[in-house]
Nanobody
Framework: QVQLVESGGGLVQPGGSLRLSCAAS????????MNWYRQAPGKERELVATIGSLGGSTSYADSVKGRFTISRDNAKNMVYLQMNNLKPDDTAHYYCQARIRGAEYWGQGTQVTVSS
């Protein structure tokens, strides 16, 4: 079955960096675009970044452009989110997501807290 397992979250000071990882299994990873979403308490879930199946196409929410970088390693079935210059507004639960044959799959998420 499809599994997405995120890791790498934590507590970081404003201006700091974190790298999130998502390990994918149970499907042909290299054929599917992958997404990172986040959800803060009391807010709607937000699409943060998307990467195409081959990694050459990426897109970002305006709020993270220039600070976050999505990447993938198709040999390892991994997708990453490098987050730099983190701000308190980046505090949220971050999820890895894939749409496979019309169905959406989510990981359990990893918490990122930006606070001094």
């Amino acid at each position: 079955q499809v599994q997405l397992v995120e890791s790498g979250g934590g507590l970081v000071q404003p201006g700091g960096s974190l790298r999130l990882s998502c390990a994918a299994s149970g499907f042909s990873f290299r054929y599917y675009a992958m997404n990172w979403y986040r959800q803060a308490p009391g807010k709607e879930r937000e699409l943060v970044a998307t990467i195409g199946s081959l990694g050459g196409s990426t897109s970002y929410a305006d709020s993270v452009k220039g600070r976050f970088t999505i990447s993938r390693d198709n040999a390892k079935n991994m997708v990453y989110l490098q987050m730099n210059n983190l701000k308190p507004d980046d505090t949220a639960h971050y999820y890895c997501q894939a749409r496979i044959r019309g169905a959406e799959y989510w990981g359990q998420g990893t918490q990122v807290t930006v606070s001094s």
